[in-house]
């Protein structure tokens, strides 16, 4: 029985390439996809999600939630990283968005209307799941669990030396999804950069004449191009694939019980993730962290995902 998810996301590059491997992922139910603002604007995001849902045209269209600004965001400006419009310049015709609705009240209406539970997976800042918990209150008894792409065990930060991006964009959000007795998974960035991603995959992608295989080349060889001229790099992270495997296979991740929470003040560690490891600590274990992981059987994942993705849209 396919598991019924949401997922909340800030498409940008690695997201876009988890929604196609989501939406035709047969372990999953994606009952509705909301966009948060992040590494795009909460315009964008919405777009963003809308224009792909439409243009992969799954089998079973998921509710699609409008992202909100964020009145307290920190100025980033991810366009070298991922193209003007967030999707390595797709150049995608736009979708109107219709009817929208709130991100945080498709979370809400999706987690009471299924009563067996549903999974959320947050591959942007937590904005939207904290506002869906403030909205309703009682959510915290009633979802299933949280899958968090965030964090770093280690302290090594990207977008600062101490952060990761979705714990640093909006951390009030973050501490207070932290803070909740939710039953929580962290895949933190010490494990999703253990599974880089080589040019042998760009090799091993659908074929462009395929609706996923015409998106997935164009966001993965920007992404790849991004990475050489920035990092002199000739592999990529994604870090939201490596999340969403995590969500379907979390066999092939070593987990561990730990305290989890963020830095929300600090001029050089706003953002950063402290997680509790002392063997006497006060605070009850708020959640599993994904601690190590079996790369090469999750880069196997990836690959027959996108290979399922293309052979759902030729
Ligand atoms: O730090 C990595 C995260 O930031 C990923 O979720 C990516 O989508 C961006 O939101």
Known sequence: MPRKVI???DPGIDCGVAL???????????VAITAVEGVVS????????????EHLDPPRYPRIGAASPLETAPAVDYRQDYGEDGLGNLGLAFAELHHRRPSEKIICDEIRAAPEGVTLITLGPLTN??????????LVDVVNRVIIMGGSVNGIGNITAAAEFNMFYDPQSAQTVLRSPITMTVIPLDVTR???????LVEQLPDETTRAGA???????????????????????????????????????????????????????????????RPNRIERANTEVAVDVDAAAVRDYIIRALHRAGECTA
């Open 20 to 30: 196609c491997m989501a939406l035709f992922e047969p372990e999953l139910d994606v």
């Open 7 to 9: 997922i909340d996301c």
């Open 194 to 200: 253990k599974v880089p991603i080589t040019l042998e």
């Open 42 to 53: 909460a315009e964008r995001a919405s777009r963003n999600v809308q224009t792909l849902v």
């Open 129 to 138: 799941v904290a506002h869906a918990f403030q909205r309703d209150p009682d």
């Open 215 to 277: 998106i997935l080349n164009k966001l993965i060889t920007f992404l790849f191009r991004y990475f050489r001229q920035k990092h002199g790099l000739e592999s990529i992270f994604l870090h939201d694939v490596v999340a969403l495997a995590a969500a379907v296979h979390p066999e092939l991740f070593q987990m561990t019980e730990m305290a989890c929470d963020v830095e929300t003040r600090g001029e050089l560690t706003m953002g950063a993730t402290v997680f509790d490891r």
